[in-house]
Each structure stands twice: as structure tokens, then as C-alpha cells.
């Protein structure tokens, strides 16, 4: 049924009857009413079960019940202010607002005679506790996370920022989910052309439902080319790395129903930055984060390099000849790398979807078919198999999920170049690696690839080495 009035009016029962006929009362369980009787005045209670704290609603229906008839207030904003015991009592006379207020989990109260309807937000969700998330642990620090609930994942960034710089602005996006959305950012420090770029993509996303939370606002917020496997955005499950990334002056945003935020602008040198680099001493840092640097262009070249000395041995340094293939191939390298690499991934899929009890075993049995038996069968070649194990397990050092596959999808583009063409299929592939992350941007218009292209030595020194934070924050 189409909301046609514009706002309510002072007569309690035809609010009640429009009101029920728009929630469509009768077929929905779980929206509950209440008449009630305050003060001589008749008063009709909305709310729906399951969002409701039960022993607040019931101390202030005990409290209602004790005004008196020549008590009662004469207009709804002395009832909100002087005559409601609680903290959260807001007013509102558009039905649009009303019906968003009431599906949110805020108890709605229209009383006989007031041309306004009386918001209690007693409101509760059902949410977990904010324990260490499973993919963003670190060895030090704190031990929280997010969780699916909004408002915990704000006070969980508000507990860390104490100043009334920092700002946390509520919209919500899709015209069936009206799904809420907090932008937090320093008022003091964020830039504000970004800021005011993102503001009006939010306003302007036309769609009906985000049904896949983060994903689905982030393509709405930027429907960047779907051949680029580079993420533009950078996730994070920790509450200190928001507070973090806001204090520098980034942009972070929670999605409700989602564990974690979106961090903006994020370069990949952003993107491949974690918690436990700040979490130790700034020289442990640093190893950390170039241990990462390097391994990730290991893992991106490794396979490919082999295939190429496979191809020409006497390229070899002889200092290395013990790793070239001894046993004879029966299927070619190439095809035993990709075989691999498709492999690897069905393991994967595998462990995501075997229950917990099974995970152990099923994964021995698959370590010894897939290790040593496609080996002795002659299907792979040792060498093959632990290089493509080394690849495997090295992904894992990029906490960023999307860039762990965005480096496979070019290795594997960087192994069928080098298997047809040689070592110009190599170069090649090399460059247009390098081409599709200098031309890649990100929602600021800054380069993915900042400071290396374009070059400032200042910050990149400073993306290389792990900063002195507390002696930076003292000299300031």
C-alpha cells in the first residue's frame, strides 16, 4: 500500500487504522500492538519483536500507567521531554519517517489528541560478541572486532577517538532494505573534495537493495572495469586500524549487516599494509612489510620464471642447476602449473564447505593423493608440485583477499604468455602487469601505484619503513 498522506493527524484512531493497514498487520507475526490507555487518553503502541528490550518497555508502560488524568501533557513535545523516563525520545509527523523509525526496531507511540508520533529508541539487535576476527589476527594488540550490529562497530572507533572532530554521518541506501550506512572521518583532517564526492554517490545510488552489503555499495560507488582484478578498496575487521586509518585523515566506512569497513583512498601500497606492522618495533615493522613487498612479487613470477629456464636450462646460473626438472615430463609444465593453480582452488572451495569435525582428515587424505600420488602416478613433477605449494601458501601473506587473487589471475595470464611466446610472452606480460597498475586509479583519481609512479622518494621512504608514531605524535 503506497504512503499517500503526508502526516499524521490528531485523531489516534485513524493513525492506528492507517498505520496498521500500511505494515499490513495482520499477516506480520512479528509487528506487534498495543493499546493502551495514559492518563485518560487513548495511546497506540508499535513495535516489532525481536528489536525491543523487554524490561525497558516494561518499567515505562509501569511508568505511563502512574500518570495521572489531570497530569497528562497537553501537546507531544512535553510528553517527549518532560513525561517519558528515557534517554533516546524523539518526535516525528511523516508517515515515511514513521514507518523507516518503526522497521528499524524503534518503538512507535501515537497518543489521542497529538497531531505527532513519540519515537522510543529501546531498541536491540541480535549480534555477537565482538571477538578477534579470524582472517585480520595479530600477534599484539587488541582482540576485538566487528560485528554485523552498526552501532557496536561505531562505538568501537568511538572508544578509541575521544574528540569532537571526529564525525560519524548516517545515510541510508536502497529503497526496500534501507540499508543504513555510517561514514566516519576527522572534520579536521579528511580531504573534503573526496568527501563531498562520496556524499553525492551515495545520494545519487538508485537501487533496491544492497544484498550483498559492502560488495554491492562498491559497485555502486565506483562500477570500476571488470578485466582489472586489482581491489580499489581497502577492508579491515579491526576496529584499531579504522580509528588508525581516521586519524590519518582517510575515510571509513560501516555497512550494517557487514563485520567489517571499507577504508578510502587506498593505493595498493594501502592495501597491502596490516595491523602487526605497527604493533611491533618500527625495525620489525619495517622487515614485515618488506618481507610482504617482496613476496608478493615472488609469488606473481615465480611459475613463470621456472617455465621460462625449463625452456632454456643453459640460461640456468650453474650455482642453481639443482632445481631443474630430473624426472621426465609427461604432461607439459605449463599445463601441470594451470592443472595446479585450478587445484589449489578446489581445495579451497573444499575446506570452506567441510564441516569442522571432517576438516582434518579430509585434508591428510587430500594431501597425500594430491602430493605424493599424482606424483608417483606421473601426472606432476616434484618440482612443479613444491613450487606451486610455495605460490600457495605464499598468497596467504596479503591479508587482502581480492589482491591475493588479483596477483593469481595475472601469474596465470603471465604463464600462458610465457608458455606460447617464449621470453618475449614474459616481457610482454611484464609490461602489461606494470601498464594495468600505473593506469589503474583510485576513487580519489590518485594513482594505484603512489609514490612509486608517480615518483615522490619522500613517501615512499615512508611506505617502505614503518614510522616512529609515538615520537611523531610527541613532536607535533
Same mark, same amino acid.
Given at each position: 500500500?503506497?504512503?499517500?498522506?503526508?502526516?499524521?493527524?490528531?485523531?489516534?484512531?485513524?493513525?492506528?487504522?492507517?498505520?496498521?493497514?500500511?505494515?499490513?498487520?495482520?499477516?506480520?507475526?512479528?509487528?506487534?500492538?498495543?493499546?493502551?490507555?495514559?492518563?485518560?487518553?487513548?495511546?497506540?503502541?508499535?513495535?516489532?519483536?525481536?528489536?525491543?528490550?523487554?524490561?525497558?518497555?516494561?518499567?515505562?508502560?509501569?511508568?505511563?500507567?502512574?500518570?495521572?488524568?489531570?497530569?497528562?501533557?497537553?501537546?507531544?513535545?512535553?510528553?517527549?521531554?518532560?513525561?517519558?523516563?528515557?534517554?533516546?525520545?524523539?518526535?516525528?509527523?511523516?508517515?515515511?519517517?514513521?514507518?523507516?523509525?518503526?522497521?528499524?526496531?524503534?518503538?512507535?507511540?501515537?497518543?489521542?489528541?497529538?497531531?505527532?508520533?513519540?519515537?522510543?529508541?529501546?531498541?536491540?539487535?541480535?549480534?555477537?560478541?565482538?571477538?578477534?576476527?579470524?582472517?585480520?589476527?595479530?600477534?599484539?594488540?587488541?582482540?576485538?572486532?566487528?560485528?554485523?550490529?552498526?552501532?557496536?562497530?561505531?562505538?568501537?572507533?568511538?572508544?578509541?577517538?575521544?574528540?569532537?572532530?571526529?564525525?560519524?554521518?548516517?545515510?541510508?541506501?536502497?529503497?526496500?532494505?534501507?540499508?543504513?550506512?555510517?561514514?566516519?572521518?576527522?572534520?579536521?583532517?579528511?580531504?573534503?573534495?573526496?568527501?563531498?564526492?562520496?556524499?553525492?554517490?551515495?545520494?545519487?545510488?538508485?537501487?533496491?537493495?544492497?544484498?550483498?552489503?559492502?560488495?554491492?555499495?562498491?559497485?555502486?560507488?565506483?562500477?570500476?572495469?571488470?578485466?582489472?582484478?586489482?581491489?580499489?578498496?581497502?577492508?579491515?575487521?579491526?576496529?584499531?586500524?579504522?580509528?588508525?586509518?581516521?586519524?590519518?585523515?582517510?575515510?571509513?566506512?560501516?555497512?550494517?549487516?557487514?563485520?567489517?569497513?571499507?577504508?578510502?583512498?587506498?593505493?595498493?601500497?594501502?592495501?597491502?599494509?596490516?595491523?602487526?606492522?605497527?604493533?611491533?618495533?618500527?625495525?620489525? =615493522?619495517?622487515? /614485515?612489510?618488506?618481507? $610482504?613487498?617482496?613476496?608478493? !612479487?615472488? @609469488?606473481? *613470477?615465480?611459475?613463470?620464471?621456472?617455465? %621460462?629456464?625449463?625452456?632454456?636450462?643453459?640460461?640456468?646460473?650453474?650455482?642453481?642447476?639443482?632445481?631443474?626438472?630430473?624426472?621426465?615430463?609427461?604432461?607439459?609444465?605449463?599445463?601441470?602449473?594451470?592443472?595446479?593453480?585450478?587445484?589449489?582452488?578446489?581445495?579451497?572451495?573444499?575446506?570452506?564447505?567441510?564441516?569442522?569435525?571432517?576438516?582434518?582428515?579430509?585434508?591428510?587424505?587430500?594431501?597425500?593423493?594430491?602430493?605424493?600420488?599424482?606424483?608417483?602416478?606421473?601426472?606432476?613433477?616434484?618440482?612443479?608440485?613444491?613450487?606451486?605449494?610455495?605460490?600457495?601458501?605464499?598468497?596467504?601473506?596479503?591479508?587482502?583477499?581480492?589482491? =591475493?587473487?588479483? /596477483?593469481?589471475?595475472? $601469474?596465470?595470464?603471465?604463464? !600462458?604468455? @610465457?608458455? *606460447?611466446?617464449?621470453?618475449?610472452?614474459? %616481457?610482454?606480460?611484464?609490461?602489461?602487469?606494470?601498464?594495468?597498475?600505473?593506469?589503474?586509479?583510485?576513487?580519489?583519481?590518485?594513482?594505484?601505484?603512489?609514490?612509486?609512479?608517480?615518483?615522490?622518494?619522500?613517501?615512499?621512504?615512508?611506505?617502505?619503513?614503518?614510522?616512529?608514531?609515538?615520537?611523531?605524535?610527541?613532536?607535533?
Amino acid at each position: 500500500m503506497e504512503i499517500l498522506e503526508e502526516s499524521i493527524r490528531d485523531n489516534i484512531q485513524e493513525n492506528i487504522t492507517y498505520f496498521n493497514n500500511i505494515l499490513n498487520q495482520k499477516n506480520n507475526f512479528d509487528i506487534v500492538f498495543r493499546q493502551l490507555k495514559i492518563g485518560g487518553k487513548k495511546v497506540g503502541l508499535f513495535f516489532v519483536d525481536g528489536f525491543l528490550q523487554d524490561d525497558i518497555m516494561q518499567k515505562l508502560i509501569q511508568f505511563f500507567y502512574s500518570i495521572r488524568e489531570e497530569d497528562m501533557p497537553k501537546t507531544p513535545e512535553d510528553m517527549a521531554w518532560e513525561y517519558i523516563p528515557y534517554g533516546e525520545v524523539s518526535l516525528g509527523s511523516q508517515w515515511k519517517d514513521i514507518l523507516y523509525q518503526l522497521l528499524s526496531g524503534i518503538s512507535v507511540m501515537f497518543v489521542e489528541g497529538y497531531d505527532k508520533c513519540i519515537f522510543i529508541d529501546c531498541r536491540t539487535y541480535p549480534a555477537r560478541n565482538v571477538n578477534e576476527p579470524e582472517k585480520d589476527k595479530v600477534l599484539r594488540g587488541s582482540k576485538d572486532g566487528f560485528v554485523e550490529t552498526l552501532v557496536f562497530n561505531t562505538a568501537l572507533i568511538r572508544r578509541r577517538i575521544r574528540t569532537p572532530e571526529f564525525i560519524v554521518k548516517m545515510k541510508n541506501v536502497g529503497r526496500s532494505s534501507k540499508t543504513d550506512i555510517a561514514i566516519c572521518y576527522m572534520e579536521n583532517r579528511v580531504d573534503r573534495k573526496l568527501l563531498d564526492k562520496i556524499e553525492k554517490r551515495l545520494d545519487e545510488i538508485q537501487v533496491d537493495a544492497l544484498t550483498l552489503n559492502q560488495e554491492s555499495l562498491i559497485e555502486c560507488l565506483y562500477p570500476y572495469s571488470w578485466y582489472n582484478p586489482f581491489p580499489k578498496f581497502k577492508y579491515s575487521e579491526r576496529p584499531d586500524t579504522a580509528a588508525a586509518q581516521i586519524l590519518e585523515g582517510n575515510i571509513v566506512i560501516l555497512v550494517d549487516n557487514s563485520p567489517s569497513c571499507i577504508i578510502l583512498p587506498d593505493s595498493v601500497f594501502d592495501i597491502m599494509e596490516e595491523a602487526d606492522d605497527f604493533y611491533f618495533p618500527p625495525i620489525t =615493522g619495517t622487515y /614485515l612489510r618488506m618481507c $610482504r613487498y617482496m613476496i608478493g !612479487i615472488v @609469488t606473481l *613470477i615465480w611459475t613463470p620464471l621456472f617455465l %621460462l629456464f625449463v625452456h632454456h636450462p643453459d640460461w640456468l646460473p650453474s650455482v642453481f642447476e639443482f632445481t631443474v626438472i630430473k624426472d621426465d615430463v609427461n604432461i607439459p609444465v605449463i599445463f601441470q602449473f594451470l592443472l595446479l593453480e585450478i587445484a589449489i582452488d578446489g581445495l579451497k572451495l573444499a575446506a570452506v564447505n567441510t564441516p569442522s569435525m571432517l576438516s582434518t582428515p579430509l585434508s591428510i587424505v587430500a594431501a597425500l593423493a594430491l602430493g605424493e600420488y599424482s606424483v608417483n602416478s606421473g601426472w606432476f613433477n616434484e618440482e612443479c608440485v613444491l613450487y606451486m605449494a610455495f605460490v600457495a601458501v605464499a598468497n596467504y601473506t596479503q591479508q587482502n583477499y581480492e589482491l =591475493g587473487y588479483a /596477483l593469481k589471475f595475472l $601469474r596465470i595470464i603471465l604463464l !600462458i604468455l @610465457t608458455g *606460447i611466446f617464449d621470453i618475449y610472452g614474459f %616481457l610482454v606480460g611484464i609490461v602489461l602487469i606494470l601498464v594495468m597498475l600505473v593506469s589503474n586509479k583510485t576513487i580519489s583519481g590518485k594513482g594505484y601505484f603512489y609514490p612509486l609512479i608517480p615518483f615522490n622518494f619522500k613517501a615512499l621512504i615512508g611506505r617502505m619503513k614503518r614510522k616512529r608514531i609515538g615520537y611523531e605524535i610527541h613532536q607535533e
